[in-house]
């Protein structure tokens, strides 16, 4: 039972920080129509910038602080000086078809990931470090018994948690929220209303920086800091992301808790080495029975 | 508030879909532009709305040119676009709609927005039993309501609708069409309205543009176009 809860909690925490990265794609997606590799870049890049601020004695929460403005500030900037201009060129006519236009921001992703890693192994000459956590890291002893959670797990669910009330809050409530749902599912419509839609993009990318770094920290604490230490929790949140559907926010955080728990379950009763291998599957069997996610639209035919 | 269109031309690569065109639609006052399919009626819209870009020509606004303009900054200048097929988002609710319609004046006049959309409830009171429904859900007539509300809550002084009548019921076409009729005469609401539908648009038009391969073919009082039985059978086919 106790490896049962553990298995449990820990899938949890892990999930939620998927989620996390999961709704960082989903976002960027929606908005911008990109797939975004450069995401977990970002992260580590801003992890990093956290690290050096906490190394250099500056406290725990000021770092993070700053790491989720960098992050955000981050995702402007590559909307700005990359996806912005690019969409703009229409100089060949073999790189105006529909499939161009739809590779090219990929591969710039690509692109942005390999220079984040090159920066930071220049800035930071590539060495692995930890990075820490603001609360304890190892089983929670509760009136004398061994939970089978630790405060980091609690204090990550919570964050998340939080996070997540407030973003829905956002796309729900607020007009900016609408303005981003409304450009996302129909941006012609959008436009008609006056909504400026170059705007909704910009912040879909600055959205989604913050929470690329918000999962970076997060994650941090349980694997070591390198500048390709994240690559693999990006294929983690693309599964997560497909497996709740590509386009819908409630997926992705779903997507991201189903994944964490996959993983989590064949940690605790397997063995590390089969998670690949279970990713695969479970990726697999949601692309066969439902090609559109969990969670994901049927594509309606527009008249 | 007048609309001066001249010598517009809009092209997709080797098709000229607006060839040349040139007229004016006065203000407080419907004008139509009838003619065949593919006669360029919804480029000719899409090119003053800003959605596509015009190889020549003018389009002058209350003397403003709109040519270069983006389509959401023309809305903002009280040129609204109701384009063709019941434009709304069906993922989103009645009431998500609307408010769209009027978020970007939601900062600078939030009193007015609140009477613009409870003016345009009273205008549609199927929308508002309707408010919390998806608009996917609703009727094509429900659908087009929706699509004109969303543009009226912009408060609009001029509003382009292209094919409201396309697929509706003749009932429900007439309704719509009274609505906007009722819009233009008692708020002086410019109307630029396309159609098909010759006889509906000529009926309430006070001036009618006949379109054909892109090209005027008349531009007269719609009591003329009406009566104009040569123009009638050679274009409009009845």
């Given at each position: 039972?106790?490896?049962?809860?553990s298995?449990?909690f820990s899938g949890t925490a892990r999930g939620a920080i998927y989620?996390i990265v999961?709704?960082?794609?989903?976002?960027?997606?929606?908005?911008?129509?990109?797939?975004?590799?450069?995401?977990?870049?970002?992260a580590?890049?801003?992890t990093?910038?956290?690290s050096?601020?906490?190394?250099?004695?500056?406290?725990?929460?000021?770092?993070?602080?700053?790491?989720?403005?960098?992050?955000?500030?981050?995702?402007?900037?590559?909307?700005?000086?990359?996806?912005?201009?690019?969409?703009?060129?229409?100089?060949?006519?073999?790189?105006?078809?529909?499939?161009?236009?739809?590779?090219?921001?990929?591969?710039?992703?690509?692109?942005?990931?390999?220079?984040?890693?090159?920066?930071?192994?220049?800035?930071?000459?590539?060495?692995e470090r930890g990075f820490p956590a603001p609360v304890a890291i190892e089983g929670?002893?509760?009136?004398?018994?061994?939970?089978?959670f630790t405060a980091f797990d609690i204090f990550t669910i919570?964050i998340v948690?939080?996070?997540?009330?407030?973003?829905?809050?956002?796309?729900?409530?607020?007009?900016?929220?609408?303005?981003?749902?409304?450009?996302?599912?129909?941006?012609?419509?959008?436009?008609?209303?006056?909504?400026?839609?170059?705007?909704?993009?910009?912040?879909?990318?600055?959205?989604?920086?913050?929470?690329?770094?918000?999962a970076g920290l997060l994650i941090a604490p349980s694997s070591i800091l390198s500048?390709?230490s994240l690559?693999l929790i990006?294929?983690i949140?693309?599964?997560?992301?497909?497996?709740?559907?590509?386009?819908?926010?409630?997926?992705?955080?779903?997507?991201?808790?189903?994944?964490g728990?996959?993983i989590s379950?064949?940690n605790f009763?397997?063995?590390p080495?089969?998670i690949?291998?279970?990713?695969?599957?479970?990726?697999?069997?949601?692309?066969?029975?439902?090609?559109?996610?969990?969670?994901?639209?049927?594509?309606?035919?527009?008249? | 508030?007048?609309?001066?269109?001249?010598?517009?031309?809009?092209?997709?690569?080797?098709?000229?879909?607006?060839?040349?065109?040139?007229?004016?639609?006065?203000?407080?006052?419907?004008?139509?532009?009838?003619?065949?399919?593919?006669?360029?009626?919804?480029?000719?819209?899409?090119?003053?709305?800003?959605?596509?870009?015009?190889?020549?020509?003018?389009?002058?606004?209350?003397?403003?040119?709109?040519?270069?303009?983006?389509?959401?900054?023309?809305?903002?200048?009280?040129?609204?676009?109701?384009?063709?097929?019941?434009?709304?988002?069906?993922?989103?609710?009645?009431?998500?709609?609307?408010?769209?319609?009027?978020?970007?004046?939601?900062?600078?006049?939030?009193?007015?927005?609140?009477?613009?959309?409870?003016?345009?409830?009273?205008?549609?009171?199927?929308?508002?039993?309707?408010?919390?429904?998806?608009?996917?859900?609703?009727?094509?007539?429900?659908?087009?309501?929706?699509?004109?509300?969303?543009?009226?809550?912009?408060?609009?002084?001029?509003?382009?609708?292209?094919?409201?009548?396309?697929?509706?019921?003749?009932?429900?076409?007439?309704?719509?069409?009274?609505?906007?009729?009722?819009?233009?005469?008692?708020?002086?609401?410019?109307?630029?309205?396309?159609?098909?539908?010759?006889?509906?648009?000529?009926?309430?038009?006070?001036?009618?543009?006949?379109?054909?391969?892109?090209?005027?073919?008349?531009?007269?009082?719609?009591?003329?176009?009406?009566?104009?039985?040569?123009?009638?059978?050679?274009?409009?086919?009845?």
């Amino acid at each position: 039972m106790n490896l049962f809860l553990s298995a449990f909690f820990s899938g949890t925490a892990r999930g939620a920080i998927y989620a996390i990265v999961a709704l960082g794609l989903v976002l960027v997606w929606r908005g911008a129509g990109i797939i975004n590799f450069a995401q977990m870049g970002q992260a580590m890049f801003t992890t990093y910038i956290a690290s050096t601020l906490i190394i250099s004695g500056k406290s725990y929460w000021l770092a993070f602080v700053i790491a989720l403005i960098a992050g955000a500030m981050l995702g402007a900037l590559i909307d700005i000086l990359v996806m912005r201009p690019l969409s703009r060129v229409h100089r060949a006519e073999a790189l105006n078809s529909p499939a161009m236009k739809a590779t090219i921001p990929v591969i710039a992703s690509l692109g942005i990931l390999g220079l984040l890693q090159a920066l930071a192994g220049m800035f930071w000459v590539g060495q692995e470090r930890g990075f820490p956590a603001p609360v304890a890291i190892e089983g929670l002893i509760v009136a004398g018994r061994k939970m089978p959670f630790t405060a980091f797990d609690i204090f990550t669910i919570a964050i998340v948690a939080l996070v997540l009330v407030l973003t829905s809050l956002f796309f729900r409530k607020t007009g900016t929220g609408l303005a981003m749902r409304a450009t996302a599912l129909n941006q012609e419509v959008a436009k008609l209303s006056g909504i400026r839609t170059t705007q909704v993009r910009i912040l879909s990318w600055i959205i989604s920086g913050a929470a690329s770094s918000l999962a970076g920290l997060l994650i941090a604490p349980s694997s070591i800091l390198s500048p390709s230490s994240l690559d693999l929790i990006l294929i983690i949140g693309f599964t997560a992301a497909v497996v709740g559907g590509l386009d819908s926010l409630p997926g992705a955080v779903l997507g991201g808790l189903i994944v964490g728990y996959v993983i989590s379950f064949v940690n605790f009763y397997r063995s590390p080495e089969d998670i690949f291998l279970a990713i695969l599957i479970l990726l697999l069997v949601v692309l066969l029975v439902r090609p559109n996610g969990v969670m994901g639209s049927k594509q309606v035919r527009r008249v | 508030m007048t609309l001066e269109i001249s010598h517009l031309t809009t092209q997709f690569g080797s098709v000229t879909a607006v060839d040349d065109i040139s007229f004016t639609a006065k203000a407080s006052e419907i004008t139509t532009v009838i003619g065949a399919n593919g006669a360029g009626k919804s480029s000719l819209l899409r090119t003053i709305s800003g959605l596509e870009k015009p190889s020549s020509g003018s389009i002058k606004w209350n003397g403003r040119e709109l040519i270069g303009l983006k389509p959401e900054a023309i809305v903002r200048l009280g040129v609204a676009h109701v384009p063709e097929g019941h434009a709304v988002i069906s993922e989103l609710t009645v009431a998500e709609n609307i408010a769209m319609g009027g978020l970007f004046r939601r900062r600078k006049n939030r009193a007015d927005l609140e009477s613009a959309s409870k003016e345009v409830y009273e205008l549609f009171p199927r929308l508002e039993e309707r408010r919390k429904q998806l608009a996917g859900t609703l009727s094509g007539g429900e659908r087009q309501m929706l699509a004109i509300a969303r543009a009226l809550v912009a408060r609009p002084q001029l509003i382009l609708l292209d094919e409201p009548s396309l697929g509706l019921a003749p009932l429900v076409v007439e309704q719509i069409i009274a609505t906007v009729n009722d819009l233009c005469r008692k708020t002086g609401l410019s109307v630029l309205l396309v159609e098909q539908n010759a006889i509906t648009a000529l009926g309430v038009a006070d001036q009618g543009v006949l379109l054909s391969l892109g090209k005027v073919v008349a531009d007269r009082p719609a009591k003329e176009l009406r009566a104009d039985a040569t123009l009638r059978a050679a274009y409009l086919g009845y």
